[in-house]
Nanobody, 119 residues
Framework: QVQLVESGGGLVQPGGSLRLSCVVS????????MGWYRQAPGEQRELVAA???????NSADSVKGRFTISRDNAKNTVYLQMNSLKPEDTAVYYC?????????????WGQGTQVTVSS
């Protein structure tokens, strides 16, 4: 059983910062990519940022220069540092990993954490 537990969401004023964390546990042979997605009300889920096992990253144009994804392989944890937050960043943020369990490669998702940017 693979579990992803997210934390760090909340209410923040425009221009503020938050740091999301996602801790992964379970009988995992190898974690490949890790990423953060978000879904605003009435919108489709979208990729925010992703990081490979080697540390290569990519992010959505809307968050470039403001959000930074990182990972600690020893702790099976992925982070999303969010700075200069805007009201349009308001969404439920989901952690996702692509990992090998046994001999099978699968994607797993967290339960989501709410981020609200409002004055």
């Amino acid at each position: 059983q693979v579990q992803l537990v997210e934390s760090g969401g909340g209410l923040v004023q425009p221009g503020g910062s938050l740091r999301l964390s996602c801790v992964v546990s379970g009988r995992i042979f190898r974690i490949n990519a890790m990423g953060w997605y978000r879904q605003a009300p009435g919108e489709q889920r979208e990729l925010v940022a992703a990081i490979t096992s080697g540390g290569s990253t990519n992010s959505a144009d809307s968050v470039k220069g403001r959000f930074t994804i990182s990972r600690d392989n020893a702790k099976n944890t992925v982070y999303l540092q969010m700075n200069s937050l805007k009201p349009e960043d308001t969404a439920v943020y989901y952690c996702m990993i692509s990992c090998v369990v046994g001999s099978r490669l699968d994607d797993y998702w967290g339960q989501g954490t709410q981020v609200t940017v409002s004055s």
